[in-house]
C-alpha cells in the first residue's frame, strides 16, 4: 500500500506540476477551495492517520488546516512523507 500511495502521489504531484500557479491556488468552489487546499487536506488526513495509528489516540484533527504555505513545500513534505511510510512499511516485512 505505502508503494502504490507513493506512486498515486507522484502521479498527482505530476500533474499539478503542469498547472500554473494561478491553476493551482484558484479558488474554484470545491469542498476546499482550491487544488492546492485539497492537496494539503489529503496530506493533514495522511499525516493524523499516521499519527491516530502509532499514538492510538487521535490528534485534534481541523480539516481546513493548511500544514504548508506554498505548493513547493507541500510537495517535499508529500514526497518525504511517502518515503518515511514505505520505510516503516519495509520494517514491518
Same mark, same amino acid.
Given at each position: /500500500?505505502?508503494?502504490?500511495?507513493?506512486?498515486?502521489?507522484? +502521479?498527482? $504531484?505530476?500533474?499539478? *506540476? @503542469?498547472?500554473?500557479?494561478?491553476? =493551482?491556488?484558484?479558488?474554484?468552489? /470545491?469542498?476546499?477551495?482550491?487544488?492546492?487546499?485539497?492537496? +494539503?487536506? $489529503?496530506?493533514?488526513? *495522511? @499525516?493524523?492517520?499516521?499519527?491516530? =495509528?502509532?499514538?492510538?489516540?487521535?490528534?485534534?484533527?481541523?480539516?481546513?488546516?493548511?500544514?504548508?504555505?506554498?505548493?513547493?513545500?507541500?510537495?517535499?513534505?508529500?514526497?518525504?512523507?511517502?518515503?518515511?511510510?514505505?520505510?516503516?512499511?519495509?520494517?514491518?516485512?
Amino acid at each position: /500500500m505505502a508503494l502504490y500511495n507513493r506512486w498515486q502521489n507522484s +502521479n498527482l $504531484i505530476a500533474i499539478c *506540476d @503542469q498547472l500554473t500557479a494561478q491553476e =493551482i491556488y484558484v479558488e474554484r468552489g /470545491m469542498f476546499f477551495g482550491s487544488i492546492f487546499k485539497t492537496l +494539503n487536506h $489529503i496530506q493533514n488526513v *495522511d @499525516q493524523t492517520i499516521h499519527t491516530l =495509528i502509532h499514538t492510538k489516540s487521535l490528534p485534534a484533527f481541523d480539516p481546513k488546516f493548511i500544514l504548508y504555505p506554498g505548493y513547493d513545500e507541500l510537495k517535499i513534505a508529500r514526497a518525504e512523507f511517502d518515503s518515511r511510510l514505505l520505510s516503516e512499511s519495509q520494517e514491518c516485512s
